[in-house]
């Protein structure tokens, strides 16, 4: 039990309904209770998230200082991955578009790993639907989203977690170095999917 | 927009589409399309009967017949998630071990993950030879889905894994990272119950460099253990693997330079010159612009803070900053943070920071927040009036009931604890319930100011507040405040007239338990509403506390059948039975419960009573006082196990040796001890009752008698020689040898101590016992204990000397702390009421001052 674990990876709308979810743990027997987790998390981590537009100015200590701090306005940083304590889960999330991704784990889990898992789970979709990162996309590719999930995470052991990898496993025809999707083509698609993320929030 | 491709999707029709995973020439991208429209359904909740799942199977199983990678992905996943039976997976068996052996790297990956998941323990031994293959090959894909299929497979079928260690072990030497990071986790479970293995291993790649981020994280988990269990023969020098550690806070992933500063703070007994390394890592990530990283190492600087505080003040100016951060999760860890780590001089600003801070936390933050501005109180108690008014204000907002019970338990322990803060707090409580919409928490209070309010400068100004509950409130209310009012006219001699007005008004009540209190107490008080004192036995009778476990009560009122004979309160058993620690600390609980506690395990002191008294001998002994637990005389794993319960009466003692035989071969008849009471001068043996036979593994019971004077706690030792009569058994037949052998088998001493005469009584309300005693029984006493092992030992060494119960949860000491009170109470052989304060304290050669 010290090897680090998943309980459930879930993809959900901007509804908190299901696009797609997988679970590695016992914990939640049932679809229903499922359902009602997901429910929950989405309703408590929505609540936080629409906060992120009154909080542009914050008093410290007795200054006004501007929330952005310096370093953090960069394209990538606007989409910050969030943590919250949850029913005794860690959980990760990363909202774009009308997509949420969580990742949870134990409670005593090494926050940082969970959010490598995150992030290589937003990344490799973000290759795979070529960058228009949104539900209907996800939708219409479900097939790749379940195989990303499926080369992720093992029966709650990370199996990997770098999305280039990831992405090349599920989009390809094989993994023989003869590859069609090289390396190269993949880091240029991911570049792609990264500033196309980075426009459609700055919009 | 709400465009979905999946729009009116149907579980009949695909299931009636999936035929086409029959067809002769197959379509592989529709295949492909209708396992994701199956795989999308299963996603949502759906499910199929055992019949369609079989269906659904066999279909999918004609797929493997075509060459199509990205629809042989899809049949792999499936297969997964339709978890099929035995007698299925046989279908896919070949298919799949084809797969396994395929040139195809990405087909074995997939084959092995699937077949593992799938297979029970008799095909594993076929494909076994593959896999020990796979863990070694130069694809990691492939490498990896071993691996870690021989992770999962370790729970089922742990001998063939551990058979694979020297190839796990191999792979553990990877390049690719996670190769390494599987191999290594699957390598120390494989090891995880030798410990030398495992220490070996951590040594060996604590040297080394491992790669992998993910692998070196684990490979710190097993160093900390590792740390853990060599601890207790390793008191000197430096810690080993510290270093390694400490080195780790310079690596180049935050994962592992996290990993590690964790790692060290929860170190045991960690020192101040260890942690400042880590401490001052994890200020660096105060102010990352990640939250993640603020909320991971806020959330460990707060545990830091529970136990050495000062190495946490440096953080303090990252900490106040992050009170105002988005992620309320991190705010609330940073302040509770600063309310442990604070000095006196910064509360008020703290103070009016937390007061914008509240308003927008939802209730479980704010409980958290009122624990920490608890112990704060605790901690600076010239700071109780704004805390005071923190809590009072809160109070009065908005909240549910856990949230509003957490604001009044703090309250009322700061009353309790800070007497100056006594009459602002009662105050702050009689406003709550006038407006409480939680009967609990009004019921609670109003028993509270029954103790607390009569022993105020004005305990008039109580009464209006309590009376108006016996207008407006349900019954429920209005009895606890007629208790209430019964109280101050017993306490306060002066306000019983007016109470007996009040009282008198009650007796009109449409409800007959406000009735009942309301005539009980007016007959019962005396003086007919005249200033006078009331007698000590009817204040004892009415308000005094129950002196027996609530538990115990319950169930003797349970077991009691309505007859002729009143119920006898006498006939509970007085012995705490094992008590859980979460139900302690319960302020201001009614002593009547009106939550009644959960029902402890049943009292073993009723069996062996019943045992007792079942053997004439012992039949004149009267009232059991106290069953000790049983002490072994043996060593475990020996011919014999015997092991001893005292059983101390008021003139006598009788032991019950409890002896089982482990010896299929022998049969033990006419069973005794001899005991020798030479060193237990007090003591004379009055009877013995022998035990008939013994058979192998089926234990029974040989008692002996002893009598000592009368109500006198006399102690001694006593030695102890099992003798009887052995018969060899045929093992099997299972019959016995007419003739035995008379032979004797030496236990271990016992001895009768002090403890043995004590009985577990806990007490409600420590204080208030211990003020209604009487001055001349006190006595003041100190005692040196000599060098101990740590306070806690000590603390828990006399509490087990002098066999009493521990109060209000005082058997706890907090980890470094240089002195500590603990609170005991118990009832001496003559039903003599004991309570006990000790103070413990750590200064070179350790004092103990005992009150």
């Known amino acids: ?203 | 927009a709400d465009y979905s491709p999946f729009l009116g999707i149907e579980k009949g029709a695909v299931l009636q589409e999936a035929r086409v995973f029959n067809d002769p020439q197959l379509d592989p991208r529709r295949c492909s399309q209708v396992i994701t429209k199956l795989l999308y359904l299963l996603n949502q909740g759906e499910t199929f009967t055992k019949v369609e799942a079989t269906e659904v199977f066999f279909a999918v199983t004609k797929l493997f017949q075509s060459k199509d990678i990205g629809l042989r992905r899809m049949v792999y996943v499936m297969i997964k998630e339709l978890s099929p039976s035995a007698d299925e997976v046989i279908i896919v068996t070949s298919s799949l071990m084809k797969d396994m052996t395929s040139k195809t790297d990405m087909y074995r990956a997939n084959a092995i993950r699937v077949l593992c998941r799938i297979t029970d323990g008799t095909l594993l031994t076929q494909i076994e030879r593959y896999l020990k293959q796979a863990i070694v090959d130069k694809n990691p894909v492939v490498a990896s889905a071993a691996l870690v299929s021989g992770i999962h497979l370790l729970q089922t079928n742990p001998e063939i894994v551990k058979r694979w260690s020297n190839e796990v072990q191999e792979a553990v030497q990877s390049r690719a990272a996670l190769v390494q990071f599987h191999a290594l986790a699957l390598l120390h479970q494989i090891r995880q119950n030798d410990r030398l293995a495992v220490n070996k291993l951590v040594s060996s790649l604590t040297k080394g460099s491992v790669r992998s981020p993910l692998a070196q994280c684990l490979l710190i988990r097993y160093t900390s253990q590792v740390i853990r269990e060599s601890a207790n023969n390793n008191q000197a020098g430096d810690r080993p693997f510290y270093d390694f550690l400490e080195g780790c806070l310079r690596h180049k992933a935050e994962m592992v330079i996290f990993e590690a500063a964790r790692a060290i703070t929860e170190l045991n007994g960690v020192t101040s010159r260890e942690l400042t390394p880590a401490i001052t890592v994890l200020q660096l990530f105060l102010s990352s612009s990640k939250p993640v990283l603020r909320f991971a190492a806020v959330r460990t600087l707060n545990k830091v803070a529970m136990t050495h505080p000062m190495a946490v003040t440096n953080c303090n100016i990252d900490m106040e900053s992050l009170i105002s951060d988005q992620n309320r999760s991190i705010a609330t860890l940073a302040i509770t943070t600063l309310l442990k780590t604070g000095n006196e001089s910064s509360v008020d600003r703290l103070m009016k920071q937390i007061t914008n801070f509240m308003s927008d936390i939802a209730d479980e933050f704010k409980i958290v927040v009122v624990e920490a501005i608890r112990s704060l109180c605790l901690k600076f108690p010239l700071k109780h009036r704004s805390l005071m008014n923190f809590l009072s204000n809160i109070l009065r907002e908005e909240g549910g009931f856990e949230y509003k019970k957490a604001i009044v338990d703090s309250i009322v322990i700061l009353i309790r604890d800070i007497p100056e803060a006594k009459e602002s707090g009662l105050l702050h409580l009689c406003e709550f319930i006038e407006d409480c919409e939680f009967t609990y928490l009004s019921t609670q209070i109003l028993h509270f100011l029954g103790i607390e309010g009569p022993k105020t400068s004005d305990p008039s100004k109580y009464i209006r507040y309590i009376y108006n509950r016996v207008h407006l409130e349900n019954a429920t209310v209005r009895a606890g405040a007629v208790s209430t009012l019964a109280k101050f006219g017993a306490m306060v001699d002066t306000l019983k007239p007016r109470v007996f007005v009040l009282l008198r008004r009650c007796l009109f009540d449409n409800d007959d338990e406000v009735r009942d209190r309301a005539t009980l107490y007016l007959n019962t008080l005396g003086g007919d509403g005249a200033v006078v004192e009331t007698g000590e036995d009817v204040k004892e009778f009415l308000f005094g506390s129950l002196d027996i476990p609530l538990v115990n009560l319950e169930n003797s009122l349970k077991n009691y059948e309505p007859s002729e004979e009143a119920f006898d309160i006498n006939s509970v058993p007085k012995e705490v039975k094992t008590q859980p620690l979460a139900e302690k600390k319960a302020p201001g609980k009614k002593p009547t419960g009106l939550g009644a506690p959960p029902a402890g395990p049943p009292s073993t002191v009723d069996a062996y009573e019943k045992l007792l008294s079942s053997i004439p001998e012992f039949a004149n002994f009267g009232k059991l006082f106290k069953s000790s637990a049983p002490v072994e005389l043996t060593e475990a794993e020996t011919e014999y196990a015997v092991n001893v319960v005292k059983h101390i009466f008021d003139g006598h003692v009788v032991f019950q040796y409890n002896c089982t035989n482990t010896i299929p071969e022998q049969l033990l008849e006419n069973v005794t001890v001899i005991v020798d009471a030479s060193e237990a001068e007090e003591f004379a043996e009055v009877a013995s009752k022998p035990l008939r036979s013994l058979p192998y593994d089926s234990p029974g019971q040989t008692f002996v008698a002893f009598e000592k004077p009368e109500g006198v706690p006399a102690v001694g030792k006593f030695s102890n020689m099992l003798r009887f009569i052995v018969k060899e058994v045929d093992p099997s037949t299972g019959e016995a040898e007419d003739d035995g052998v008379e032979d004797e088998y030496q236990l271990e001493e016992l001895e009768v101590v002090a403890a043995d005469y004590m009985l577990k009584v806990g007490v409600s309300n420590f204080r208030n016992a211990w003020e209604t005693m009487d001055a001349d029984c006190e006595r003041v006493d100190e005692y040196g204990l000599g060098p101990r092992e740590s306070l806690a030992e000590a603390v828990n060494a006399v509490i087990n000397l002098l066999g009493m119960q521990p109060c209000e949860g005082t058997e706890v000491v907090l980890n470094n702390s240089r002195s500590h009170t603990c609170l005991l109470s118990g009832v001496y052989i003559g039903n003599v009421k004991v309570l006990v304060r000790l103070q413990f304290g750590l200064d070179g050669p350790k004092d103990v001052a005992m009150k």
């Open chain 1, 1 to 203: 039990e010290s090897c680090p674990s998943i309980k459930n990876i879930l993809l959900l709308d901007s509804e908190g309904n299901r696009v797609a979810v997988k679970y590695y743990s016992d914990e939640w027997p049932n679809n229903s209770v499922k359902e009602a987790f997901e429910k929950s998390l989405f309703t408590k981590t929505q609540k936080t998230n629409a906060r992120t537009e009154d909080y542009v100015f914050n008093e410290v200590g007795g200054r006004v200082i501007p929330w952005i701090e310096p370093g953090r306005v960069s394209n990538e940083d606007l989409n910050t991955t969030e943590i919250a304590m949850f029913e005794s889960h860690i959980i990760v999330y990363k909202f774009v578009q009308d997509l949420h991704f969580f990742v949870t784990g134990a409670e005593n889990e090494n926050e940082l790993i969970l959010v490598t898992v995150l992030q290589g789970f937003f990344d490799a979709v973000g290759l795979l639907l070529r960058g228009t990162v949104d539900k209907k996309e996800a939708l219409e590719n479900l097939d790749l989203i379940l195989l990303c999930l499926d080369e992720i995470v093992d029966g709650g052991i990370i199996l990997e977690t770098d999305a280039n990898v990831i992405a090349g496993k599920v989009a390809s025809h094989s993994i023989d170095a003869a590859a069609p999707l090289s390396e190269q083509t993949i880091s240029q698609a991911l570049a792609t999917a990264r500033e196309h993320l980075a426009r459609s929030l700055l919009k």
